[in-house]
């Protein structure tokens, strides 16, 4: 896995009053992360998945015993440089343990919500890194307008598109991320570090997703799902939901 190093710093995180189609769970507030670290810079891939958990989720979810006419909606592609999808938080955290058993100590995690804004950001404050329009985001991002629209109904490659100012590629599109944090509301107050709610059954997701639209995408936008999903619950939606890791040195 390739990581760029991100140095800690302060922004605003969530998104202005006036920011066009933004949601009530946006407020913004000021942030500082007082360590720098390192981030994927693409989403963990369906090889790199393979050669560590020796398992092919993107597969066992469309054997299962979900009805076919969910999985009619969404193709299913196994190629390696695709992103690993159909992955639970759980699942994200068993690849994450057997990784830090791998080098004998505790590098790799999640991004928390705040450590994945402030890359996505990439020091930028509009809606997204790349500035307002719309227009550009095909750019950057697979999203329903240039994927599930034109019939393109699975995540693409990772790379594909163009990185942002500190050379991310996907924060936006292609599936939704997992970070670490539970679900809630922020806490409003000027925060160093924050690591998200300590109630609830549902863990954050960020970035949006090849079948979403344009504001699932930006750069404050969240969302949420439970931690576990065992497989007779899981649907195509999940079929659009993986991760990136974050390593610490």
């Known amino acids: 896995m390739e990581f760029m190093w991100i140095d800690g710093g302060s922004f605003l995180m969530g998104s202005p009053m006036e920011e066009r189609g933004r949601s009530a769970d946006e407020v913004q507030h000021q942030v500082t992360l007082s360590n720098g670290f390192y981030l994927g810079k693409y989403e963990v891939t369906q090889e790199q998945w393979a050669s560590v958990m020796d398992t092919k989720p993107w597969l066992d979810a469309s054997r299962s015993q979900l009805d076919d006419i969910i999985f009619s909606e969404m193709d299913v592609i196994s190629q390696p440089n695709h992103p690993v999808v159909y ?10 343990n057997r990784l830090n058993q791998t080098v004998g100590k505790e590098i790799y995690r999640l991004p928390t919500e705040a450590e994945w804004e402030y890359a996505a950001r990439a020091g930028t404050t509009t809606r997204w890194s790349f500035g307002e329009s719309e227009r550009l985001l095909g750019e950057y991002a697979w999203y329903a307008g240039n994927t599930w629209n034109v019939g393109k109904k699975h995540a693409q490659p990772v790379g594909l598109k163009r ?6 590629h996907d924060m936006y599109g292609n599936v939704w991320e997992w970070c670490q944090d539970k679900y809630g509301e922020y806490d409003t107050s000027e925060s160093m570090d924050p690591q998200g709610s300590s109630e609830g059954l549902h863990r954050v997701m960020r970035g949006g997703g090849f079948s979403y ?20 619950f899981r649907s195509s939606f999940h079929g659009g939901l993986g991760f990136r890791l974050l390593r610490v040195e």
């Open 163 to 168: 990185a942002n100012p500190w050379g991310l």
């Open 87 to 96: 992955v639970s938080w759980d699942d994200a955290q068993a690849f994450i």
């Open 213 to 232: 639209d344009a504001q699932s995408s930006s750069s404050a936008h969240r969302g949420s799902d439970r931690e576990l999903l065992s497989f007779g």
